[in-house]
């Protein structure tokens, strides 16, 4: 399977700044048929930076969708919006969840908007320090799994990419340890073969969140099961997002 180096910016950069950015990444990111990578600015900046990039060079992603495909919605933007212009979109991102309150159904229905129109959903989970401290961890992963894929049918299922991102180690200093992200990610992989059978599930890109960079990337993809990374802060950093690319180039 490829490898994920998936960037996201978050509510960072403006229009002017994303584009600088975008075009050092260019000049920075080297191409590798093997992986896949992927930036995602914030809305403003998706339709210069598409101009902008080479896509057999990095593809893009948005950061959110809302799951109608048009109405009054005052302020959102939906999947169908994004078609054309976003490859891939981010779902159920823990910031979402926690900070905006997005539920299960949110998710589910986003992650069926994204399939709709066309673009790639990269759904999110992960538990909470508490859900972790009290043994729950499994139990969670496999409620948003479920819950998140439920309307996915079969013929979708190779659109789907899912990212482990436990809650406690995004935007911290502490990346979750390499035999808590085997467990983490094994439920996951499991959870989707009980849902679409062993070998379609074996398909699904896994991607691991929280804390990773240049420095930690290569322990994070040589886990089993972990196929790529969704990267916060360091891909921010131009000279840290290319050394994550090559490390994934590298790992079989
Ligand atoms: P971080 O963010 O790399 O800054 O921890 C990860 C994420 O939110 O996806």
Redesign the pocket.
């Given at each position: 399977m490829k490898k994920y180096i998936i960037g996201?910016w978050?509510m960072n950069l403006n229009v002017h700044e994303a584009s600088l950015f975008a075009a050092k990444l260019a000049q920075t990111v080297k191409v590798h048929s093997d992986v896949e990578t992927v930036i995602c600015p914030g809305f403003l900046a998706l339709e210069p930076v598409s101009l902008q990039i080479d896509h057999r060079q990095m593809k893009l992603g948005a950061q959110n969708c809302y799951w109608r495909d048009e109405g009054a919605f005052t302020g959102e933007v939906s999947a169908r919006q994004l078609c054309g212009l976003a490859q891939y979109v981010?779902i159920g991102?823990?910031?979402r969840r926690h900070i905006f309150g997005e539920d299960d159904r949110d998710t589910r229905f986003k992650v069926q908007a994204a399939l709709r129109n066309g673009i790639r959903p990269i759904l999110?989970v992960g538990e909470t320090a508490d859900e972790r401290d009290a043994g729950d961890t499994e139990h969670v992963l496999c409620d948003q799994v479920a819950s998140g894929l439920m309307n996915v049918a079969s013929g979708q299922l190779g659109e789907v990419v899912v990212?482990y991102?436990p809650v406690w180690?995004?935007?911290?200093t502490r990346?979750a340890g390499t035999t808590d992200v085997a467990a983490a990610t094994k439920v996951i992989r499991d959870e989707i073969g009980r849902m679409f059978g062993v070998a379609a599930a074996k398909t699904v890109p896994i991607l691991y969140?929280?804390?990773?960079?240049g420095s930690n990337a290569e322990e994070m993809l040589s886990v089993d099961n972990v196929n790529g990374l969704?990267?916060?802060?360091?891909?921010l950093i131009a000279s840290e997002f290319a050394k994550m690319v090559e490390i994934a180039a590298e790992i079989d």
């Open positions: 996201n978050k981010i991102h823990s910031e999110c990212a991102e180690a995004i935007g911290s990346p969140g929280g804390s990773v960079g969704l990267v916060g802060r360091s891909s």
